[in-house]
């Protein structure tokens, strides 16, 4: 699992603070989670591969997470994309990017999919054999989702050796990698736990942005290798936070400490702050493993 | 009269190739012409104050010439600005943005005006005691306008010499700059000429992208000061030019041969090019006076 922080910086765009977006790697799969202005050219920095990416997921219609949405989309068509795309976003954005691409004429040659959300109850919107992605609904002053990335269970991990001394027929290894039992050349049965190995446990990444203090998550994101959790201001503008709908580093890593995540990285910084350290000052005191997203930062886990 | 390019390039951004955008400085105003996406730190960059830019004109609704302007009319919300924004571009430009901000639920609190444009003649656009601006009806894919910035003449300049060699009252001073004669303490009148010196004479700016080779403009921007003329593509090209609606270098150059102007910048390269002096190479030898337009660049003039 492999993290790229394309931006994470709230509100007005500046030259080394981009607005929110993220890529994840995850079981082959590349997902791009929020796409604020200007995330094509830090794509690009961070030298990924535009045609990678088939599924792109957007929390809510503030500009700062969606407003390169359409100029990567233009983009992906300009550069000859023929494979579908999935836009998952609230209510409403399938109308603003078809009504951006009508007004300049410039409709995708390659298979645009939205898919609209307005459930306020967690949801899985998308899954294949190897993960699923759910919503965290949260709360902010518009509509808002969290993503939650959770790998499916791995096969076991073969023993070599044990199935070599046990001479177990070749035939049985799928079988044996799904959990049954295997048999030797004889007919004596061996429990699979002499087979094989546990295999790593699946990881679960959880991004949570734009949010208040919203404790209601804990359960679903519940010991998430790592969460990705807003901390726009620090308690010392703990108000404007709460008038805003935003949350302190303080409050991120109390949600990280009840959920007994892995790892907790913080982001969404307000441009008033110089000193990001004050982040990870603050967050520690709550919750002890904290790193700090960094525009251009990648996490592997 | 001075003109900075936030960007200069065509299609797909890339982080030294900004999409359309520039800020012309003339008369006291501050006019930024398109806002391709990343325009606002590109402005930020240029160190312009955002809080002089009033008047907003858009020539078409290509995502690499507007994609940026949702976005730059949201910080300015959060920036806490109060005076109006006077947005000038094509039907539809209106309802696009409305609708993203109304998703963001993100409502300016200043004055934001609309002009929407559908006249393919051109028309007066803006106009103040001090210059006024037209549009210049292109030849694109979509309907496009360039726009004709001119400065009003100036008064005469008085010859202060003059005016105290023939006695002249100071009451008269500002009829004698309006072109008015003399008269001395004796009743004598005196020529105007003989009392003021010319004044400089008006400039004149035409932004014409993006255009294939379009000639009728020819008339209306004559002896224009400084033209900035797209050039996507150079000869070699001439074909893809023709199918895409696009000028070339030599196009541009011609253009501005045939309209006489004092200067030519080119702009609006597709990214295939990788050395931009072929350009320069291409047009000067249709039209001397060629300048190579570059993200950050400023011209004055």
Redesign the interface.
């Known amino acids: 699992m492999r993290l790229t922080i394309l931006g994470c910086f709230s509100?007005?765009?500046?030259?080394n603070k981009n607005p929110t977006a993220q890529l994840l790697e995850m079981r082959g799969h590349h997902f791009l989670i929020d796409c604020g202005?200007?995330t094509?050219?830090q794509i690009?920095?961070a030298k990924a591969k535009f045609s990678e990416i088939k599924h792109i997921f957007i929390s809510?219609?503030?500009?700062?997470h969606f407003?390169?949405l359409?100029?990567l989309i233009?983009?992906f068509r300009?550069?000859g994309r023929e494979s579908p795309l999935h836009v998952y976003g609230?209510k409403?954005?399938k109308?603003?990017i078809t009504?951006?691409l009508k007004?300049?004429?410039?409709w995708t040659n390659y298979p645009l999919h939205f898919h609209e959300l307005t459930s306020t109850e967690s949801e899985v919107v998308f899954e294949d054999d190897k993960l699923s992605v759910k919503t965290i609904p949260l709360d902010h002053?518009?509509y808002t989702n969290g993503f939650l990335f959770v790998e499916k269970e791995k096969p076991r991990k073969l023993n070599p050796k044990a199935v070599e001394a046990f001479g177990i027929d070749k035939s049985q290894y799928h079988n044996i990698k799904q959990g049954k039992d295997g048999t030797t050349t004889l007919g004596k049965p061996i429990p699979n736990t002499q087979l094989t190995f546990d295999p790593e446990p699946p990881k679960k990444y959880a991004y949570c942005s734009d949010t208040a203090y919203f404790p209601s998550i804990v359960p679903l994101i519940d010991r998430a290798t790592v969460l990705y959790h807003e901390s726009t201001f620090l308690e010392s503008h703990n108000e404007l936070a709460t008038k805003t709908k935003h949350a302190t580093a303080k409050q991120a890593a109390s949600i990280a400490q009840q959920a007994q995540v892995g790892t907790l990285i913080l982001g969404h910084y307000s441009s008033r702050y110089k000193n990001l350290e004050d982040f990870i000052t603050e967050a520690s005191k709550v919750f002890e493993n904290v790193q700090l997203g960094e525009d251009g930062k990648v996490f592997s886990f």
Chains 1, 2 share one sequence.
């Open positions: 509100a007005t765009p500046h030259s202005e200007g094509q050219v690009r920095k809510h219609l503030h500009g700062d407003f390169g359409a100029g233009s983009s300009l550069l609230p409403g954005i109308e603003a009504l951006l007004l300049g004429n410039s002053r518009v």
